[in-house]
């Protein structure tokens, strides 16, 4: 069974300094996999996701992710951090029976 | 382009009561969803649908039910509520196989005391 683990449920980072929350899969097959984002009291907003065509994806408000085969990798980041990127982070897989399985959250907390 | 709905947004129910949460999606998805979301447990799939007249089984499903009568529509049920159910219920609906990724309502929020 396909999994994700993200590695820190809390992460705090200074405005303006660079933002890294980690997300490691398991799966025996490359997967599809994501990064969600969540504010206060809202659903889930896709910030961007993998789909093989490239390993270094870009997404929205400035964040990117890399795909590492060999580290079963797809840790999220953002040169430089903001305060309106304070929010709950998911990363997640979907497998070829087309569930998704969701990591635990990253609460990103950004201090001025 | 309303997205994917949820109706209601907050409910408080009493032990024993039962409910319906109806998820409405006007993007012609195939693939419709259920999570709930509870503190430091991420989202947890509770039944799923492929289709319309579809319904299978994810990781959380004791104690709901579910049904995919139009394409649009997937509604949850709670027939028996238990405290244990107090939790942030989202549901989620996709496109198509693959890279196609979940489009999410804006969550109902369900108390049982």
């Known amino acids: 069974a396909q999994s994700v683990t993200q590695l820190g449920s809390h992460v705090s980072v200074s405005e303006g300094a660079l933002v890294l929350l980690r997300c490691n899969y398991s799966s025996s097959v490359p997967p599809y996999l994501f990064w969600y984002v969540q504010y206060p009291n809202q659903g889930l907003q896709l910030l961007l996701k993998?789909?093989?065509?490239?390993?270094l994806v870009k997404g929205i408000n400035g964040f990117e992710a890399e795909f590492k085969k060999s580290e079963t990798s797809f840790h999220l980041t953002k040169p430089s951090a903001y305060m309106s990127d304070a929010a709950e982070y998911f990363c997640a897989v979907r497998n070829t029976g087309n569930q998704f399985y969701f990591g635990t959250g990253t609460s990103l907390t950004v201090i001025p | 382009n309303a997205g994917v709905t949820q109706t209601p947004k907050f409910r408080v129910l009493k032990t024993g009561q039962s409910m319906t949460l109806l998820c409405a999606q006007d993007m012609n998805h195939e693939y419709m969803y259920w999570y709930r979301q509870d503190p430091g447990m991420g989202l947890r799939l509770i039944h799923y649908?492929?289709?319309?007249?579809?319904?299978a089984k994810g990781e959380v499903p004791d104690g709901y039910n579910v049904s995919r009568l139009k394409k649009q529509n997937f509604l949850l049920g709670l027939e028996s509520a238990a405290p244990s159910q107090t939790s942030v219920y989202f549901c989620?609906?996709?496109?198509?196989?693959?890279?196609?990724?979940?489009?999410f309502g804006e969550g109902s929020r369900l108390t049982v005391l």
């Open positions: 993998y789909t093989s065509a490239a390993t």
């Open positions: 989620a609906s996709s496109y198509w196989e693959g890279a196609g990724e979940l489009f």
């Open positions: 649908s492929v289709g319309e007249g579809t319904t």
